[in-house]
């Protein structure tokens, strides 16, 4: 027997729809390329999102393409997100700092048909559009005022594209199991792998880590994603921003000390997330300037072992707690986190950063053992030590 109650596909358009309809005048704020801060709220986001639906059925876009971006952590770059698999189409977010020959192939690979570029990156892809055989155009995401005179073929301004579209757009109900983005892994051997992201996949995502038990994000939170959304599905903060309604400011290209102070200190934010080297800057400017952080609450570290002399630094000097996260592209990208339970903070601090210093406990709908080389499952002690099974 089945139950009776009522069923609808998990689609990301949903979340940009929530976001704008009990949250729309919460802010999304954005650092440029330009160097300016851009804001504007869930609603124009929303709006946007469509507008950009609208005008990649005008381009001949098709359920199923793929389209490729380029980009910073921008406004237009969330959009992206949103008006892309909203409208069926898949996001592939390139990784501008792989090599060449690896740009190459996973944009042949994935056959992006369209590639979404900030002007950064416009002589970089000037270099290597006649090795691109499936690109039929470039969309510049900037506007007039500031597009770049290119050898780009077909070259779009992504303000003019949206401009002549009204937003009245209906998001189609597409099956949850459809293909919502790709990510492509360079942490393996010969060429990047693509990994394949689906509709319900990307939302029961963002509904785990925004739990109390990982993130515990909501709409009074404001969150700083620096972790770029070209890297490992950005962590899933895209789509868990929108889910929870929190306030999100995007850091553009300023990733250096100085402009992620400054973006905490302007903007409030209680959380933010990046790999150590960010905050190896961020802390470097912060002892040389003198300058705290008197709003932020927490930092999510992953991307590599984080270093406990890193952690020491930010919960007793600057009164940050940093959550340690693991996980793989694989995994959308979320496998564990590491926050110390209520027991586990009444111990000797450093035998809490010894805690601290470990990968943490799987999200719910992560299974994970370790095994020996004849595949046999070993005990899950803290002592054995094997191959990883996920």
């Given at each position: ?207 785990g880590i925004t739990a109390k038990s990982v993130a515990e994000m909501d709409s009074d939170t404001c969150v700083l994603p620096i972790v770029p959304m070209f890297h490992a599905n950005a962590w899933g903060l895209v789509y868990a921003t929108a889910m929870t309604g929190a306030k999100v400011v995007l850091p553009g290209p300023h990733l250096d000390g100085k402009s992620v102070c400054e973006m905490v200190n302007q903007y409030e934010v209680d959380m933010t997330a990046a790999v150590p080297t960010v905050w190896t800057m961020l802390l470097q400017y912060l002892e040389e300037s003198g300058e ?99």
């Amino acid at each position: 027997m089945f139950g009776q109650m009522q069923d609808s596909p998990l689609l990301v358009s949903q979340l940009i729809e929530h976001a704008a309809k009990l949250y729309p005048k919460q802010v999304i704020a954005t650092k440029t390329v330009e160097g300016h801060w851009h804001e504007y709220t869930y609603t124009d986001a929303a709006l946007r999102s469509r507008k950009l639906a609208q005008a990649l059925l005008r381009l001949g876009v098709k359920d199923g393409d793929v389209l490729g971006t380029m980009a910073w952590n921008t406004y237009r770059h969330y959009e992206c997100w949103y008006g892309i698999s909203g409208m069926g189409a898949i996001l592939h977010t390139v990784n501008p700092r792989l090599f060449p020959e690896q740009l190459d192939y996973i944009i042949n690979h994935a056959q992006d048909q369209y590639l979404f570029i900030d002007t950064t990156f416009v002589p970089l892809l000037e270099k290597l559009q006649e090795k691109l055989s499936h690109v039929k155009g470039y969309i510049i995401m900037t506007d007039e005022a500031h597009m770049p005179e290119t050898s780009l073929v077909n070259a779009l301004c992504y303000e003019t594209l949206i401009d002549q579209e009204d937003g009245d757009y209906a998001w189609p109900i597409l099956d949850e199991r459809q293909a919502t983005s790709i990510c492509y892994t360079s942490g393996t051997t010969g060429n990047p792998k693509g990994v394949l992201y689906s509709h319900r996949s990307s939302i029961l995502h963002s509904w785990g880590i925004t739990a109390k038990s990982v993130a515990e994000m909501d709409s009074d939170t404001c969150v700083l994603p620096i972790v770029p959304m070209f890297h490992a599905n950005a962590w899933g903060l895209v789509y868990a921003t929108a889910m929870t309604g929190a306030k999100v400011v995007l850091p553009g290209p300023h990733l250096d000390g100085k402009s992620v102070c400054e973006m905490v200190n302007q903007y409030e934010v209680d959380m933010t997330a990046a790999v150590p080297t960010v905050w190896t800057m961020l802390l470097q400017y912060l002892e040389e300037s003198g300058e705290t952080l008197e709003s932020l609450n927490s930092v999510l570290i992953g991307g590599s072992a984080v270093p406990r002399s890193m952690i020491e630094k930010f919960e007793t000097v600057y009164g940050v707690e940093v959550w340690q996260a693991w996980g793989m592209t694989e995994m959308s990208p979320l496998g564990s986190l590491n926050k110390l339970s209520k027991q586990d903070k009444k111990l000797d601090y450093q035998l809490q950063l010894d805690q601290k210093v470990k990968q943490g406990r799987p999200c719910f709908g992560v299974e994970m053992k370790i095994v020996d080389d004849n595949n046999t499952t070993l005990a899950n002690d803290g002592v054995a030590f094997g191959r990883l099974m996920v």
